[in-house]
């Protein structure tokens, strides 16, 4: 073999090891890469699963808190209305349900008692259960002006009843709700008497609870 066929040989000799050597440095850059894309997918895996278990912790702590309010006279906003307990009979929630009515305008002019009504037509047992129907005039007329179907969501439906351990739910309406959108959207003075309406007994909710409050558990 000639110098020059033997130092063409060295030069492909190194020139294959240069070339497995950077190849080797690029498949461990890929793998340094890869792994760097695993660890960084680990983090965002742990990240969220902290986050879903912070929001699981959050959402126990608010349904305790409103758990806690409700055994204590703590009210609470639903779709339908104002939901509250009172840490009394049926009798005595009543009586004072009716004096927080008063003083925002409203009267009694139904009241329906489930329990007897169901044990009478059906001969079923029932928990103790009224329905009042409560009407602030001045609002029941300007709604009635505006538009005589009004007449249909009056009056402004109230509900007691008497659960475990002798506390009273009240349950108050919220008129707006009762409308409807399409109500809502063509018939203005409607909804501005319904928000009054609401309002008012959202107050009549804030003065029961503020009595319940005031009575030693």
């Known amino acids: 073999m000639t110098t020059k066929s033997r130092l063409s040989s060295k ?8 070339g497995a050597a950077v190849l080797q440095v690029e498949k461990e850059i890929a793998t340094g890469m890869r792994r760097q894309r695993r660890r960084r997918a680990m983090r965002e895996a742990a990240g969220t699963v902290l986050a879903a278990g912070a929001a699981v912790l959050a959402s126990n702590a608010v349904r305790g808190a409103e758990a806690l309010l409700n055994k204590r006279g703590g009210r609470r906003a639903g779709a339908m209305g104002h939901t509250l307990t009172l840490p009394v009979d049926l009798e005595r929630a009543t009586a004072r349900l009716t004096d927080c009515l008063k003083a925002e305008g409203f009267g009694i002019l139904t009241r329906i008692d489930v329990q007897a009504t169901l044990k009478e037509k059906l001969g079923a047992e029932f928990r103790p259960y009224l329905i009042l129907g409560a009407c602030n005039p001045t609002l029941a007329r300007r709604a009635l002006e505006a538009d005589p179907e009004a007449g249909l969501l009056l009056p402004c439906n109230v ?15 919220n008129p707006t709700a009762m409308l409807g959108r399409p109500l809502r959207r063509t018939h203005p003075t409607l909804v ?4 009054e309406a609401d309002a008012r007994l959202g107050r009549v909710a804030e003065r029961l609870v503020a009595h319940a409050r005031t009575i030693a558990y």
């Open 11 to 18: 030069a492909r000799a190194v020139a294959a090891k240069a």
């Open 159 to 173: 509900t007691l009843e008497t659960i475990p351990g002798g506390a009273t739910v009240v349950r108050l309406v």
């Open 192 to 195: 501005e008497v319904a928000r």
